[in-house]
């Protein structure tokens, strides 16, 4: 249940139209049966049940908000991402970004292919399906310094990923347009992109920036873009880590226009957001409890928590890897 009730205020300058404003702030609440992670990552819906993963425990959660019973699959190494495909099955990246499939209630682990480049320093981050069911998976230096070794991949109809792009900082977020044509992607850096997409072959081209964070009037508090959703109406919703807060985006003609932001006072490091629900109108958000002070851990007590925010617009059913029907990538 939640711990409290929902929130919610305006506040505006006659410029809301625009794009110019924040016009709507929503407080979410912490979701009390949940437990506490260390990285919570990758929030996912399906069938009723949330799924999300603790990056460097190890650990695949999955919770039935009905029944109440949660499940855990322990990986025995840091994991990336999870989805799953078309018998519910999970698909993870994990290690320094191979692919498996896994299933809660068994030990059995099976890698499905190798990572787009074997390199030791590397750790798998997040990864999404598009509608077609096609994996994206990204890596990211350990270090998260200089040089980046990390890349972004394409895991369809071929038994090895193919990467996309190289090199990459931490590959996070990735979205669709709900007609399918653009995808988003956030590389934690200081800028948030925008391809044009052929779901028929998974083929991104015309990499642009989407929104340049320097430029885009936002807080000087150095936060940068992880995770991210896309609701129905193709309003982004992007997880600003070390913000403290979901910064909401409208796609303005390829120029990402910010138009509204779901504060998270009690945690620094939020991470990743998804819609659930039965009518996908709540706004799951995962956060970190990842090297923080003493000072921090007391002003930041939820860090690590999961929430929920309640939206009037819906967000889009995430889709299951199949890899069976899809044709190979141009």
């Not at 025995?76 to 999870?82: I, K, L, R, S, T």
């Not at 309003?235 to 910010?258: E, K, N, Q």
Request: hydrophobic share 35%; charged share 25%.
């Amino acid at each position: 249940m939640l711990s409290t009730s929902l929130q919610e205020w305006r506040i505006g300058t006659g410029d809301e139209d625009e794009g110019i404003v924040m016009s709507v702030h929503v407080r979410p609440n912490v979701i009390d049966e949940l437990p506490q992670t260390t990285l919570g990552e990758g929030p996912l819906w399906d069938s009723g049940r949330l799924h999300y993963v603790d990056i460097v425990t190890g650990k695949i959660h999955r919770h039935d908000f009905a029944t109440q019973a949660h499940d855990v699959i322990s990986t025995g190494e840091p994991v990336g991402f999870a989805v799953l495909d078309r018998e519910g099955k999970v698909i993870a990246g994990i290690g320094n970004g191979g692919i498996y499939r896994l299933e809660f209630g068994s030990t059995h682990k099976e890698l499905l292919a190798a990572p787009a480049r074997d390199n030791p320093d590397n750790i798998a981050n997040d990864g999404k399906c598009d509608r077609a069911g096609r994996l994206w998976a990204g890596t990211k230096n350990k270090s998260e310094k200089p040089p980046s070794t990390g890349s972004l991949a394409r895991f369809d109809s071929s038994p090895q990923l193919t990467e996309v792009l190289y090199p990459v900082n931490v590959s996070n977020g990735i979205a669709w347009a709900p007609d399918n044509t653009k995808m988003y992607y956030n590389d934690s850096t200081d800028k948030i992109w925008r391809f044009d997409y052929d779901l028929n072959t998974g083929t991104a081209t015309n990499r642009q920036v989407f929104v340049d964070l320097p430029f885009a009037g936002l807080p000087n508090d150095g936060a940068c873009p992880d995770g991210m959703t896309i609701d129905a109406t193709g309003l982004l919703y992007v997880a600003m880590w070390g913000g403290s807060r979901i910064d909401v985006y409208r796609d303005d003609y390829g120029r990402g226009i910010r138009v509204e932001t779901i504060e998270v006072p009690t945690v620094l490091e939020t991470s990743s957001v998804a819609f659930g629900g039965d009518d996908l109108r709540t706004l799951y958000i995962t956060t970190a409890a990842m090297n923080l002070t003493p000072e921090q851990q007391n002003r930041y007590p939820d860090s690590g928590r999961i929430f929920a925010a309640e939206r009037s617009v819906p967000g889009l059913p995430e889709a299951r890897f199949d890899n069976q029907r899809l044709a190979p990538a141009e």
